[in-house]
């Protein structure tokens, strides 16, 4: 599925990879398999990974049980069969401004900024570590939301200046705790949770998790089995991708170019071999 119209039912929002539809007191959403990469969309889907993604943040929202998430229900059998395995019905949440990132592990923009200043977002980090280490501790890097563009990195003063001291530290916290739980529940299964991008949102007054949780789209998932130190690992997520384009004579700005037969299976591949290795079981296709 690429994208998504319902007769009758208003289409409010059409992001990345989601389709958002206003159910009145509610919303569907609906989880294409459009992939993006350096936040631009890819001209080719990668068949079933909005079902991989819809069906993971379905168990990570079963198992964070210390802040309440916006799912009401993943069954949609009053729709079209269609949307079976990729849509959840959610509350009506105010999404907060920002992008929460925790990042246990060295990698990525991290690392290239880590090179030049031995900084993650600003934060000193200590001297003479390798690409992929994991960092002494955790630590919480919001962005803010881009509507078209790149995501900013922030610092936590800004981050603060947008959402409130109050729900600025309750973000942070439950970003770092949902962290450490998808962590320890990884590492159990032979996978490693390098990264990952929590949001949040505000319903009746109580900040609550929103929109895909832990995902191979909003985390960095390495094997274990090929973990290995200065270098960027093997991957179960969309770094394939990323590298597959930072190989291509592409300057990130829209359009983005297209991906090979090959890129698309392998990369089908590894979303659903990550649903399978995190929960133990097959992703209902």
């Given at each position: 599925m690429i994208t998504c119209d319902l007769p009758g039912i208003p289409k409010i929002a059409s992001g990345k990879v989601r389709e958002i539809f206003d159910l009145g007191s509610e919303l569907l959403l609906v989880a294409t398999d459009r992939i993006s990469a350096f936040d631009c969309v890819l001209p080719n889907p990668i068949?079933?990974?909005?079902?991989?993604?819809?069906q993971i943040s379905d168990f990570w929202f079963s198992k964070?049980?210390?802040?309440?998430?916006?799912?009401?229900?993943?069954?949609?059998?009053?729709?079209?069969?269609?949307?079976?395995?990729?849509?959840?019905?959610?509350?009506?949440?105010?999404?907060?401004?920002?992008?929460?990132?925790?990042?246990?592990?060295?990698?990525?923009?991290?690392?290239?900024?880590?090179?030049?200043?031995?900084?993650?977002c600003g934060m000193a980090l200590p001297s003479g570590l390798r690409q992929a280490e994991r960092l002494p501790e955790p630590i919480f890097t919001p962005a803010t939301k881009a509507v078209s563009g790149h995501d900013e990195n922030i610092s936590w003063e800004r981050c603060v200046g947008l959402v409130g001291d109050k729900i600025a530290e309750q973000a942070r916290v439950a970003s770092l705790r949902s962290y450490e739980l998808g962590r320890q529940h990884a590492e159990e299964r032979g996978i490693i949770l390098a990264d990952t991008k929590f949001e949040f949102g505000l319903f009746e007054d109580e900040l609550i998790l929103i929109d895909e949780c832990m995902t191979p789209d909003s985390s960095r998932f390495w094997p274990e089995e090929d973990y290995a130190l200065g270098i960027s690992p093997p991957s179960f997520d969309k770094q394939f991708v990323r590298d597959y384009l930072e190989t291509l004579p592409w300057d990130k700005t829209p359009p983005a170019p297209g991906l090979s037969a090959e890129v698309i299976a392998r990369t089908r591949a590894k979303y659903l071999e990550a649903y399978r290795k995190l929960t133990g079981a097959e992703c209902r296709l």
């Open positions: 068949p079933d990974k909005g079902k991989v993604l819809t964070i049980n210390f802040i309440k998430n916006h799912l009401v229900t993943t069954d949609v059998s009053g729709y079209p069969t269609e949307l079976a395995g990729r849509s959840m019905i959610v509350r009506k949440a105010h999404p907060l401004p920002i992008e929460c990132i925790v990042r246990g592990y060295l990698a990525g923009s991290g690392w290239k900024e880590y090179q030049a200043s031995e900084t993650v």
